[in-house]
């Protein structure tokens, strides 16, 4: 079966993919994400994007992100649009949260939530130092024999797909350097676990319509299944083949996180991209401290 075959065959699962890309279309990380300098991570994120399939836009999608000294939180919402909505409805809903401790992140809860016209997919868990301890996938994945199991094994030391795509740069100088980049992450989505490996490719100036205009680190994206995937599906065959997947990180105001601006992927029908039209962020300041319930 040849690799749009196979797309087109797979309509419903390709669609919820489509819709949760608005989500969390990247994920980079393993284990908890280290931020050099903790007192320095606070900032917020508020963005929008629009995804595009060969110049035809198909969704768009907004992600706020707020990042405090002992906290974190995450949300992105996105919907169907454009040449799809003519087929079908669809939507998306992510929750991400976390600790900060020590300049680390934790994730400790991942909710999401994707309609494509009469189905629902629902993913929830719950995470504590990297792994997870509860999560619940409905509906299940179909049954298979070519499926690669998932074991407990493969749900430690993993990041949800929505923390993941925070993207700490270690030191305390420049951020847009070479070292943004390479890294090798073990993301766990409630139904497959896999490997990103990224590694640096350029620097490039960008330039959205509201907010934003600088710098950011382009990366190359290589994708590895390790569990929960039919290794003969032409779509997961075709997705190890890709040697041109590109995320493009541009900062978080405040903190040394980056996150995807811009990410593009080539399909059997096209360019796909994901991309930032308004991206807005504002550093906040550290809370006071406190001794026996007020603020000193």
């Known amino acids: 079966m040849d690799v749009q075959t196979d797309m087109l065959r797979s309509q419903p699962y390709l669609g919820s993919r489509i819709v949760r890309a608005t989500a969390a279309l990247t994920a980079f990380a393993a284990g908890t994400l ?4 903790g007192a320095a991570a606070q900032g917020r994120l508020e963005a929008q994007y629009t995804l595009t399939l060969a110049g035809l836009t198909f969704g768009s999608g907004t992600w706020q992100v707020e990042v405090r000294d002992d906290q974190y939180n995450a949300t992105v919402n996105g919907t169907i649009g ?86 700490p740069v270690s030191g305390n100088g420049d951020i847009f350097v070479p070292e943004a980049c390479p890294r090798k992450l073990s993301i766990f989505d409630g139904r497959m676990r896999y490997d990103l490996s990224l590694s640096f490719k350029r620097l490039e100036k960008v330039r959205s319509e509201k907010g934003y205009q600088g710098n950011v680190v382009v990366c190359s994206v290589y994708f590895t299944p390790v569990a929960g995937h039919i290794p003969t599906r032409s779509t997961i065959r075709y997705l190890i083949s890709l040697r041109d997947m590109e995320v493009s990180l541009a900062p978080i105001a405040g903190t040394r996180l980056m996150v995807p601006y811009r990410v593009t992927i080539p399909t059997p029908f096209g360019l796909g991209i994901m991309q930032a039209t308004q991206f807005m962020s504002v550093p906040l300041p550290a809370r006071a401290a406190t001794m026996g319930g007020k603020s000193q």
């Open 82 to 167: 454009g040449v799809l909505q003519v087929l079908t409805s669809g939507g998306a809903s992510t929750v991400a949260r976390g600790t900060v401790s020590r300049g680390h992140l934790a994730g400790t809860g991942y909710a999401s939530t994707v309609t494509y016209g009469k189905r629902q997919d629902e993913v929830r868990m719950s995470m504590s130092n990297g792994t997870v301890k509860e999560f619940v996938a409905e509906p299940p994945s179909w049954p298979s024999f070519e499926r690669v199991p998932l074991t407990e094994a493969h749900r430690r030391n993993i990041i949800d797909p929505m923390t993941a795509s925070l993207i």
């Open 34 to 37: 280290a931020i050099c300098d």
